[in-house]
DNA sequence: ACGAATTTGATTGTTTTTGTTTATTTTTGA
DNA sequence: TCAAAAATAAACAAAAACAATCAAATTCGT
């Protein structure tokens, strides 16, 4: 049956049931039960499930959502947060533009302004082709997941530059006004923005909104609804 | 059949079933299975699908941006170019790949690869998307046409590394040896690189000999034929 | 039609995956 | 607690898929 077939079998027979045993399967997918076992433990180090005695169960999906499954949710307000944080950017501006698909949507409303936009992000280097606007890249190691430069050399980079705004996304923001990130080479990268930016816009839809994360790097000061 | 519509067959195939094993190709489509492989291979270079054991499977991530990867003047003989230069590179290298056509097409060659690749050029990085390749981005301001980093900041970026070897591009070659340039961003780039590489290629195919372009940057000690 | 270049197929040997056997660990029930 | 049963792991052998090389067939331009 070949191998990523099974994968994907298991994966959504996985989807339905909460719990899977391995004899199920063996008998299901007609192979040997060696075999289910290597399967189950492949997945496991891929994190798409947790191994048990006698099968597997789900993995609670909660941390790191990857960039691409992100990308869909909540795509209308989404956009809407872009469009209203375009509103504050005028010409002769210069800003930080953080990854994320939040930030991502205020690119289509800048592409007719004179400004320079910096950003970390290579969605948002592709969304602003065929533009008037300058954008200077930030160099470091690459991200492929994220599609977005971190590290050492990136926030070096950004402490080069000064910008009259920087535009960052959040994973979470909890009630006490304090934002959070999911990964520590995130964070890193917003906290630079912020400390050499005059002004800073957090862009987040609702889902963010009453949770927390695992990392703190910054506190809210002004909100504005859309 | 002819190699086009195979490939379309394959593709429309795969469109309905998610996943698809090479055997059921070669009955379907009457060839060999070596030649489905070959398919499949081409196929995943140009991003249509993922091979896997056994067969393949849709690519169905979100439309990674990507910067044209379109194949230009004397495709064939830079991708053979290419093909030559990747055999150059072993796991374990760090290498700079400058932006240009032909220095592009090292890149389909080396995806298996444990290597550093630092490059300043989107292609390159789009071309990388879904390989071991650990990317480093150079930074600075973006040449929108070249779809490159470039200027003071790149320069700077690069001088901070160093590389087991550099590939490079050359807009033209006399036969003096001396390498040419047709832009000083471009030249600057180039000499960062190879000022901090133990080992210089430079990729250029038939149509750059026996010409100078504006500005000499380098010189050719040897020389290889494809 | 001829030669060059491209595409395809056959052969070879290598790698990856799968299954069998054997031994070890974990669970369960008396 | 102990022993039987179930599940797991490890080591090795078989099978399937793969890659590399070279030869045959096809295509292409002149």
């Given at each position: 049956m070949g191998f990523e077939r099974r994968k994907k079998e298991i994966l959504s027979l996985l989807a339905k049931k909460e719990f899977i045993n391995a004899s199920e399967l063996v008998e299901k997918l007609g192979v040997s039960d060696i075999t289910i076992r290597r399967d189950l433990a492949q997945l496991e180090t891929q994190g798409l499930l947790k191994r048990t005695h006698g099968g597997a169960t789900k993995v609670?999906?909660?941390?790191?959502?990857?960039f691409d499954l992100k990308s869909s949710q909540n795509d209308t307000e989404k956009r809407k947060i872009g469009e209203a944080a375009a509103k504050h950017i005028q010409d002769g501006d210069v800003i930080f533009i953080d990854c994320g698909s939040t930030t991502l949507h205020i690119c289509s409303h800048i592409k007719k302004l004179n400004i320079k936009v910096i950003t970390n992000s290579l969605p948002v280097v592709s969304a602003l082709q065929n533009s008037h606007v300058k954008v200077n890249l930030i160099g470091g190691e690459l991200d492929h997941k994220r599609q977005a430069v971190h590290g050492k050399m990136a926030v070096n980079h950004i402490k080069q530059y000064h910008a009259d705004k920087a535009f960052i996304g959040a994973d979470a923001i909890d009630q006490e006004g304090n934002l959070w990130a999911n990964s520590e080479t995130e964070a890193e990268i917003s906290q630079a923005m912020i400390a050499t930016s005059d002004k800073v816009y957090v862009c987040a839809d609702s889902?963010?909104?009453?949770k927390k994360g695992y990392l703190r790097f910054a506190e809210v000061i002004d909100v504005e609804h859309i």
């Open positions: 609670d999906e909660n941390p790191m959502v990857s889902s963010k909104r009453g």
